[in-house]
């Protein structure tokens, strides 16, 4: 279905591979709803034997009007043995309006099981792609999401998928039904009178010239219109998640701006199309009254005078009643094919970016022999990595080799955007090396499932998130099946026990979206309670504390050192007080260590860490003007290197 490695130099942008995606609908139906695809043919079978029903009362009509009233002709009808027709004129008159009736009612009966097949069929595939859709979203690389906006992600999943279900449910149902309408009519006409049935449809290479014109301007715009989705999708999504910010500094004017900005984009790309279904709407529609003008004229000559010109024969009045009738039955539908193409085009550009993803390659993934990583004693070693966000890129961490023997703790400091949030996500797995390894009790983290390792590492980070569930599901979140004995274990182990009892409900309370009805400091302490619960052999602590007021950085740092007994723990950490009785300190700077050993060892260094611990003991004025300087140039250089 879609590529789970990258092969090396392939490019990882979501624009990329959208591009490159062929036949997107086609793929669509191959690739998903097999079990399912019955009901589709259902469906259109269905759609087909209705449209035919529907067809069958004008011709019944013309017959009548010929054989009862005008009684210029017999009364017959195809595949109905003249002995199954009556005699009298009244009772062929309650036969053809029975048949009407009969006809009629089929033709809204068959309308409910249609509907059902292909509701049922669409909805279901539409589910299909949506979970494998998620799914491959969360195998995906951390880099993908680095890069791509949320708000183009929800668009694909909920935009983009919901059009696949408009598409099998109502075009390709309208497709089925258009077509058979055409053929029927087609077939009808010509039976009644091959000469008069040229002139109805001169109108189908007129509207066939016309909607192969309509197709190839629309097609771009739709491309169009589904990115000018997405970007309006994420800024809405930005703007709503950060209204606070907003709010606080008085910029709603300048956001109001952005937010127009991005709706006019969507609102012109979508002006485009509607130019375009202008053009040709009324072109349909000329077409098709000129076509029943043109048979209701010549017809009518041919009723008065005779045969007009070139043409030969009779024509009674039931025929040209029959005529008329279905050339509005033809060209309605003709009409109607400018939907079945808006609803394709919209379905082939959303196609596109459903694929975009299911193809983009996933570079961290299990090794076909991985192994389980199981009875973890807590050594890890980082043997000479290397590591860089994209191939070929700019080095962002360079030979890092250390050891942390079980139960140590080992901190990592540095200017931002040293590298050190970067070197522990490599233990994780959220990114791969690009050169040495990074091993646990000698295991290459890539040679293990990536589940069995994750599994015994727990992070916390100071970015905390939180779902939208209550205290207890929060802190439950991996181990689904904790008790709540086991879960207020947890809390009081993260000094969290105290303030949740107080909540409104306690631990049943919901904390609101991402935890915005709990504060910072609580917001960590339950991470912390979810960490403790997974009982795990490694800690990560990425800037458990720093953002937080002095009193709640105590309380969380007593469930920190409550945590990392006898665990091997990392710590990132710019408070250097909290990290001073580590058993070992690195100092990173531009992606390498530049210092290593403890706090007192690193002190009378008087290097990177000396001066670091003297900006924090508020020594500012004993700095070197040199590391100043150095800071300087940091600072200023933020943004362009990983953290």
């Not at 139906?29 to 097999?34: A, D, E, W």
């Not at 904790?482 to 303030?499: G, K, P, Q, W, Y």
């Not at 979810?530 to 007021?549: G, H, K, M, N």
Request: overall charge negative.
């Amino acid at each position: 279905m879609a590529p789970d490695s990258a092969p090396d130099g392939a490019p990882m942008d979501f624009e990329t591979y959208r591009d490159r995606v062929r036949k997107p609908l086609l793929r669509i139906f191959r690739t998903f709803g097999v079990e399912r695809r019955q009901w589709l043919y259902v469906g259109l079978v269905v759609s087909l034997f209705e449209r035919l029903a529907s067809l069958a009362p004008p011709f019944i009509l013309g017959i009548a009007i010929d054989a009862v009233f005008n009684q210029s002709t017999a009364y017959s009808l195809p595949l109905v043995p003249p002995a199954w027709i009556p005699a009298g004129r009244g009772a062929q008159l309650w036969l053809s309006v029975g048949l009407m009736t009969a006809t009629g009612l089929l033709a809204a009966a068959l309308i409910v099981p249609r509907g059902l097949a292909l509701d049922y069929y669409s909805h279901r595939l539409m589910h299909e792609v949506r979970t494998e859709t998620y799914e491959k979203l969360q195998r995906l690389d951390m880099g993908f999401f680095d890069e791509q906006e949320t708000g183009e992600l929800m668009s694909v999943l909920n935009n983009d998928i919901s059009n696949f279900e408009t598409f099998f449910d109502d075009a390709l149902g309208l497709a089925v039904r258009i077509t058979t309408v055409l053929l029927g009519v087609v077939a009808i006409l010509l039976y009644l009178n091959w000469q008069l049935a040229l002139v109805t449809l001169v109108a189908v290479p007129l509207l066939a010239v016309l909607t192969l014109w309509f197709m190839r301007r629309v097609e771009p715009v739709y491309d169009a219109i589904r990115s000018a989705v997405g970007d309006l999708n994420t800024r809405l999504e930005n703007n709503l998640g950060g209204i606070q910010l907003i709010k606080s500094t008085a910029t709603e004017s300048h956001e109001r701006e952005r937010v127009t900005e991005a709706s006019w984009n969507y609102f012109a790309t979508n002006w485009d199309r509607i130019k375009i279904e202008l053009l040709y709407f009324p072109g349909t529609q000329l077409i098709s009254r000129a076509s029943f003008i043109a048979t209701f004229v010549i017809g009518g000559v041919w009723l008065v005078n005779g045969p007009p010109g070139p043409f030969t024969g009779t024509l009674s009045v039931g025929e040209l009643t029959t005529f008329l009738f279905m050339s509005q039955r033809f060209t309605g539908p003709l009409r109607n094919i400018a939907q079945v193409i808006n609803h394709y085009e919209n379905a082939r550009a959303s196609g596109k970016r459903v694929f975009g993803l299911l193809d983009m390659p996933v570079r961290v993934q299990d090794a076909e022999d991985a192994v389980e990583l199981d009875d973890v004693a807590g050594e890890v070693e980082y043997d000479d990595v290397d590591f860089s966000y994209e191939e070929g890129g700019e080095t962002i961490l360079e030979d890092i080799d250390f050891t942390a023997e079980p139960g140590d703790t080992v901190a990592l400091v540095g200017p931002t955007g040293a590298g050190k949030s970067t070197a522990l996500k490599l233990l994780m797995r959220l990114y791969d090396v690009d050169s040495g390894a990074v091993r646990v009790d000698g295991h290459d983290v890539r040679e293990v499932s990536m589940e069995s390792l994750r599994s015994h590492v727990g992070y916390v980070s100071q970015d905390t998130y939180l779902f939208g569930d209550s205290v207890h599901e929060n802190i439950a979140y991996g181990n689904f099946d904790a008790s709540r004995e086991e879960v207020i274990e947890a809390a009081e182990t993260a000094e969290a026990h105290d303030f949740i009892r107080n909540l409104p409900e306690g631990y049943d309370t919901q904390v609101g979206e991402r935890g915005v009805k709990l504060s910072g400091g609580q917001r960590q302490r339950v991470s912390i309670a979810r960490t403790v619960l997974q009982d795990p052999e490694i800690l990560v602590f990425d800037e458990a504390t720093s953002a937080v007021d002095t009193e709640t950085e105590m309380l969380i740092q007593r469930g920190l050192d409550k945590l990392s007994e006898d665990r091997t723990t990392f710590v990132i950490a710019h408070r250097l007080s909290t990290v001073r009785d580590a058993d070992l300190i690195l100092t990173f700077e531009d992606g390498e260590i530049v210092e290593r050993g403890t706090h007192g060892e690193l002190i009378d260094q008087g290097g990177l860490y000396a001066n670091l611990w003297q900006v924090q003991a508020g020594e500012i004025d004993e700095l070197p003007e040199e590391f100043v300087e150095e800071a300087r140039e940091r600072t200023a250089m933020q943004g362009q290197d990983g953290e």
